[in-house]
């Protein structure tokens, strides 16, 4: 799996758009981008993936730049309730080595009020 | 959304003795379901791959002997953590895939283990 580079940690204000940017310049062409996130003491959540192009869902924006070196997950109205760990993974395809996820030291995120 | 169970949340247990975790997608069918590990202040350590059906995969430095899985059905996999001691003490944590494609994980709620 290609590896991730997140920041440590950040501070977001409440109601503000908060971007998290992630840094995968090994990525394969056939990689996905997801990003996941865990509440203090609780088992990861789903939050979006991505291939190519920009997603959008309920939860947050996930842009992918062109040469899929880089991307951005988007909580368009941050709340104190999205304080947590953001992990973004890439993903090697079903059945090539496995359906594994690869932990690594996510983006620590507090929301002030 | 899939619904992936843990049981129990939490359980404290005596040096020496075994401790079962259950984990059961409620609402869909997983042929694979993970099982990870977490340290305080630590990210998710994959352990092993359980497959439905046939013997769990480990991963490197995993003690097969001490960490027994089974995946007895499409929405039950268990954990049993043999003659625990306190440094198997942490937080467990598995999650299931519905099916072969690139749909996603979903993880359980994590049991925290205590071993006294």
């Known amino acids: 799996d290609a590896k991730t580079t997140q920041p440590t940690s950040m501070d977001c204000a409440e109601g503000r758009a908060a971007n998290l940017p992630c840094n995968h310049s090994t990525i394969s062409g056939n990689e996905y981008v997801y990003w996941y996130r865990q509440i203090h003491s609780q088992g990861p959540q789903y939050i979006i993936h991505g291939l190519k192009n920009n997603e959008t869902n309920e939860m947050a924006s996930l842009i992918i730049t062109e040469d899929r070196k880089s991307s951005t997950l988007i909580l368009p109205h941050a709340t104190l309730r999205d304080t947590a760990v953001y992990y973004c993974?890439?993903?090697?395809?079903?059945?090539?080595?496995?359906?594994?996820?690869?932990f690594g030291g996510g983006t620590r995120v507090l929301v002030k009020p | 959304g899939a619904v992936v169970s843990q049981h129990p949340s939490w359980v404290i247990c005596k040096s020496g003795t075994s401790v079962k975790i259950e984990c059961r997608s409620l609402?869909?069918?997983?042929?694979?379901m993970f099982w990870y590990r977490q340290f305080p202040k630590q990210s998710l350590m994959l352990m092993a791959t359980s497959n439905e059906g046939s013997k769990a995969t480990y991963e490197q430095g995993v003690e097969k002997d001490k960490f027994l899985i089974n995946h007895a059905s499409l929405t039950l996999s268990t954990l049993t953590v043999t003659s625990a001691h306190p440094e198997d003490s942490s937080f467990y944590i598995c999650?299931?895939?519905?099916?072969?494609?690139?749909?996603?994980?979903?993880f359980g709620p994590g049991t925290r283990l205590l071993v006294l």
């Open positions: 609402d869909f069918q997983a042929t694979t």
């Open positions: 999650s299931a895939e519905p099916g072969q494609s690139q749909e996603t994980q979903y």
């Open positions: 993974i890439v993903r090697v395809p079903w059945g090539a080595a496995g359906n594994k996820l690869t």
